[in-house]
């Protein structure tokens, strides 16, 4: 993941759910060319977001010591279409947490109308077993410092969230 599809995190709970928003703005570039004068937001690239808002979930709860990769979509259903002007809110939940895979369920609401849902697994790889690295752990929490995941996030017990020292 070079890019993140999410704007900030609202809630993150070490190992239980997250909530992460997604502004959706007539000024994304893919917006002028997916239905050129009905702008709409790609189901591809909810599910995007969806991935990358669990994906995070699973990454800190496995310590960031795998690499976790969406391994596959099992369920994607939408209700309607996100267009321009809309605040996307991603909810995900850990259903199960294994050493090699998780299972998440991902809704996505429109205010208080549900837009998506979907349930994802991920894969979570040893460094080097099959995909390139794609971030330097300096870059990873810069980048989440940036979403607020350590102002914000919550272990289990209520207490906050612990910053990595690489």
Do not use: C
Request: no cysteine; glycine share 6%; charged share 25%.
């Amino acid at each position: 993941m070079r890019w993140f599809w999410i704007d900030r995190f609202n809630e993150f709970v070490h190992a239980k759910h997250a909530t992460a928003v997604k502004n959706v703005s007539l000024a994304e570039e893919h917006m002028h060319d997916h239905f050129p004068g009905a702008a709409l937001m790609p189901n591809s690239l909810i599910v995007e977001g969806m991935a990358q808002t669990a994906g995070l979930l699973v990454a800190e709860a496995i310590d960031y010591n795998r690499r976790v990769v969406l391994a596959k979509v099992a369920v994607a259903d939408f209700h309607f279409d996100a267009v321009p002007g809309d605040t996307l809110i991603f909810r995900a939940e850990i259903r199960d947490l294994k050493p090699t895979g998780s299972l998440t369920h991902v809704t996505s609401r429109v205010g208080d109308q549900l837009q998506g849902e979907a349930e994802l697994f991920f894969a979570h790889l040893e460094p080097g077993e099959g995909i390139p690295k794609l971030f330097e752990p300096d870059e990873l929490l810069k980048w989440l410092d940036q979403m607020h995941i350590y102002d914000i996030g919550r272990d289990e017990a209520g207490q906050p969230l612990v910053r990595p020292d690489w």
